[in-house]
């Protein structure tokens, strides 16, 4: 299945909230990583390092939900790629984001 997640203000994040993404600095380094359970000492210590927002795990979701956001991805990206002829970085690009989008290989 997939996770959801969502990006919350840290105004609004409250403690047993789980990141549903690595949260770096400004300089790209780890503050908390993927997984990490929010607790009322971590928020005010993000408040001190003027992290602003964070994403959140808010679920998964169902085999058929998952099955309906591939196909709307999988529409999407033909109607993007639809003009592009075959050069190489189109090719290239087009085959990233299937990988990133559907999770089929590059």
Known sequence: MTAISAQFALNDVKPDMVLSDDLLDQQGQVLLPKGATLTEHIIESLHRHDV?????AMGELTPEEDAIQRAHFQVRLERLFRKSDDEHANGLLHRYIRTFRLGEEA
Do not use: F, G, M, T
Not at 52 to 56: A, E, H, P
């Open 52 to 56: 602003v927002s964070v994403r959140i």
